[in-house]
């Protein structure tokens, strides 16, 4: 992670869940694992001094060996991500997060 970005500049994401969806691996053209998957996250958050239940699905892209590793985890597994958002394709509106690092709760 690039951690001399200025502050004007962060895009980071930090968010736990359970993993619903794991596409298959695929390798992109120049070999470079890739496999995308979907995470269901359920919390409590307070606003403007209230409480708030959020539940959010969130797309995720994983590459190389964060690929390899997300591919072998099972469905209803409870992980934690941290990345960065991104655009899911190019010139889209969608938002994924680009995993770079990975850890699994249970």
Known sequence: MNDTARPEQINRIEVTGTL???????????GVAMVNAQIE????QIEAGLKRQI???FRCRFAG???LNAAKL??????RVTGFLASAKKGSMSLQI???????MN
């Open 74 to 79: 099972p469905l209803g597994s409870r992980i």
């Open 41 to 44: 996250h359920q919390s409590e």
């Open 98 to 104: 680009h995993v770079q690092d990975l850890y699994r």
């Open 20 to 30: 619903s969806q794991l596409d298959a691996l695929r390798y992109t053209p120049g």
């Open 65 to 67: 060996p964060l690929a």
């Open 55 to 57: 539940e959010q699905s």
